[in-house]
């Protein structure tokens, strides 16, 4: 069993105009809504690479309840969300149908109470003694303190379960100072994180800051993997167009099903960039596209060294 | 007891973000929602008055949910909503902190299917039966019949309950035909429905068309108004700058508080053109500011003339 932490859930709702002119009024034409959060979209890649996956993390409100309602109907993902006060946060993505361009509008999420947070750090651990590997994903809600991913993540080593985080900013920078097993920050989040936009410099720094190993995605370049057994480069066979949206997710999901596979590390370097350009070029959102992820899985190039003994 | 239909319910989302910047990602500030719809805002002003009120139309789904439990928190708002199996839609104004400028979105509403639709017919003709007015208010849901307002006048008619009708476009033209008592088009409306964009000739053409009274509403400058007892201009007592969603169904509150308590023509425009100038003067989109109403309430004018007996 695998385990996905996302605090801040999330109702992805995307709207089709057919053209967006701020400060005018418009009919959308087309409304879709998801379970969202990095977290729940790791686990719905995961389900459907064959792993068992618990969720974990806050709903409340009306939102949250159509979020375990849509969860409830993906086969795979087991449920252990924690209740709270506060209703889930929206996500608006607005498609402009004219120039295929997406204008985001992200809600902040509910205020988390101390003992809301309380109940989750029981729950959490309570799950970690049932699991081979826990990925800590996305931002954190008002209320969360900005530790909280640092915590989370000592709390793994306790219970000796290795811990994935894809986060950014301070809670970032607090976290990789508890020495996570994984991190993948994109070229920007790493940028932030060690003041270097060069990122082969970048990711060797983010090591010496605490992180184990560092994935960093680059976007349709692939990722570049600086860990204790080695470093490489991973590069899908060609430039594709899309919709990027979760493709860092579908790259988590890629590395800890390796992980917990006991794959080395250039097919899970594969694994997770074949999976993350067929999330690009999947119709719907946020999904990817099997034949495709099939199909590019042996072609992805990984070229890198084996650090020695 | 006063009757309000709103067969297009809403949850009415207000989201403020420092700039609106197409194709980026936006951090909303601030989250608002209420229930919307114009015959439940019209509600709220009348049960604000001091009337007894009804609100019946459809509601269905998680936004549906949250509509009702805000609405059983209005004091004096009866709920006789309709449920169907599709979701209200929900209605999102991004507000620009930087110019205060709106951008609005608005979903297209569940589909209705004829079974809803001919439950609500049953409960609307029930509901006739103990009401002193009605105002059927808004768009129409997608697989509600277009000529739906025409039958939902002529029961009314039959039921002997006076009714006054606020929509657009081809429902305004197929239920103008079944002579409500008033219709309360703006500007835009009203030149769509009779091809003048002269208001005074437009209010008449409407009266001929089958409306017994037009009270065309002319955004600052007042209402405009036509009836078989004669026809008046009412102006409020300076230009306002504010916020003027809301400020026509205000209006429509004003007319119809005024034609149940009995009003000459010219007090119903008073209080009509005072509610509507002080909806836009409300630090809230849609709620009306008390003192400011009954300050202007003495210094609207109203000029006309009563028709030959």
Known sequence: MILTVTLNTALDITYRVPSLRPHTSHRVSQVTERPGGKGLNVARVLAALGHEVTVTGFTGGATGSVVRDRLADSLGVADALVPVAGATRRTIAV????????????????????????????????LLGSVSAVALCGSLPPGVPVGAYAGLVRSAHTADVPVLLDTSGEPLRRAVAA???????????????????????????????????????????????????????????????????????????????????????????ARATALSTATVLAHAAGEFDRGAYEELLGRVSVTGEVSAA
């Open 95 to 126: 498609v402009d149908e004219r120039t295929g361009d997406t204008t985001q509008l992200n809600e902040p999420g509910p205020v988390i109470t101390p003992g809301e947070w309380s109940t989750f750090q029981d729950v959490y651990e309570n």
């Open 179 to 269: 020495r996570p097993d994984i991190i993948k920050p994109n070229a920007e989040e790493l940028a932030e994180l060690t003041g270097s936009h060069e990122p082969l410099r970048a990711t060797q720094d983010a090591r010496r800051r605490g992180a184990r190993a560092v994935v960093a995605s680059l976007g349709g370049e692939g990722l570049l993997a600086h860990t204790p057994e080695g470093h490489w480069r991973a590069t899908p066979p060609a430039r594709v167009h899309g919709n990027p949206t979760g493709a860092g997710d579908s790259a988590v999901a890629g590395l800890l099903s390796g992980l917990v596979e006991h794959l080395p590390w250039p097919d899970r370097l």
